[in-house]
């Protein structure tokens, strides 16, 4: 049992009478490593679109709690997934992204490894007593393409993506149907000095919207804008118009909307208005007080407009660095003498565009999944 007191399973159920978790869940130690075991290392995270494994050899790597994952296509089409590990002394086997040859090498003694992860050869092996090469593969974990994007589970017992995330694959796609063609377009990686879940509270609420992202709300309308709850995902909807601060797009769209998918524990999925690109925020948690981040925007085609352009340099420039904002100091404040230790959930009984009742769900979650060890 770790030290930290535990919250009961209706915690947050009453999103109207609702305070926050405490603020030691977003800067404990201990905390965080309840949730390396019984959260991320049982749960389906998304780290990547099927763009980036599409083609047989490629793969990508991914820092997770600490855990460096490889995700690659086999020769013979497969998608699988092993720990970045060398079963001989630990070193790990690749780096960054690319295309994988025949094997994969070890640097260190140059073990090599098959794409399906059977141990292809290890030099002397011949001559050592009662070498075990059935015993010497990688480790594999879970992996699984859904929606378009690629999904991978510690838990080898887990049931499915679907199973976890029951409805959104159906959603997503009506939100945007060429979710399967889309390619990566940009990239923005930060270190950022805030607990995940304070990154997760920020985009469960548009109370900050029109403060915080005028650009953004200048596109959306907050008073057209609703937010639903789906268990372990929730889908924020909004209606659109162009806005030279932000979107911009042909005035015939047919009903131009916004769908921001959040899914737990840690990825959120955008659909922006035109609904043929999208941006998703991958979450990997690094301690209690630092989140990797992947930012990434996938377009239809590889070569980028001119218009493209200026709106990737608006997500790098304006919005993300908006967000970015708030979520640091929002974590040092948490911190404070002067923080009360719960905030007040703004959830108003109409479910407004401002209406914060997602982060009460949020937090209900989390504190049901505190209570599982």
């Known amino acids: 049992m770790n030290d930290f007191k535990r919250l009961p399973a209706d915690f947050c159920a009453n ?35 099927r763009s980036e494994v599409a083609e047989n050899n490629a793969y990508i790597t991914r820092e997770v709690i600490g855990e460096s994952i490889i995700v690659v296509r086999g020769r013979d089409s497969v998608l699988r997934a092993f720990y970045n590990v060398c079963p001989h002394r630990g070193h790990q086997l690749l780096s960054g992204s690319g295309k994988a040859k025949n094997v994969i090498t070890c640097p260190y003694h140059a073990w090599t490894f098959k794409l399906d992860g059977d141990l292809a050869h290890a030099r002397n092996c011949d001559n ?41 694959q159906a959603r997503m796609r009506a939100a945007c149907a060429v979710i399967d063609d889309l390619h990566l377009a940009a990239r923005f990686v930060s270190d950022t000095p805030a607990n995940w ?25 907050v008073g057209q804008y609703s937010h639903s709850m789906h268990g372990n995902w929730t889908l924020q909807y909004g209606l659109a118009k162009p806005s030279e601060q932000s979107f911009k797009f042909d005035e015939s769209v047919k009903d131009p909307s916004f ?17 043929n690109f999208m941006t998703v925020i991958y979450e990997f948690p690094v301690d209690a007080e630092t989140t990797l981040q992947h930012y990434d925007i ?9 218009e493209q352009q200026k709106l990737i340099d608006w997500y790098r420039e304006v919005f993300r660095p908006e967000d970015l904002r708030l979520v640091e100091s929002v974590q040092k404040g948490l911190k404070s003498r002067g923080y009360r230790g719960q905030g007040r959930i703004m959830a108003d009984r109409e479910r407004s565009g401002m209406s914060e009742h997602g982060i009460a769900h949020f937090h209900n979650l989390i504190a049901v999944a505190h209570l599982n060890d």
């Open 15 to 49: 999103a109207e009478e609702a305070f926050t978790i405490p603020a030691s869940f977003y800067t404990q130690a201990a905390v965080f490593e309840h949730e390396k075991e019984n959260i991320f290392a049982r749960s389906w995270i998304c780290v990547g679109h």
């Open 298 to 306: 996938y377009f239809l085609n590889k070569d980028i407009s001119e």
């Open 259 to 275: 769908a921001g998918f959040w899914a737990w524990p840690c990825t959120m999925f955008n659909v922006p208005p035109g609904a």
């Open 197 to 221: 879940k304070s990154i997760v509270d920020n985009y469960l609420e548009c109370y900050h919207c029109a403060p915080a992202h005028p650009g953004f709300a200048d596109s959306v309308d």
């Open 128 to 168: 050592v007593v009662n070498f075990d090469k059935e015993n010497s593969t990688l480790v594999q974990l879970r992996v699984e393409e859904y929606a378009g994007f690629i999904f991978i589970n510690m838990d080898m017992e887990a049931g499915s993506v679907e199973d976890q995330l029951p409805g959104l």
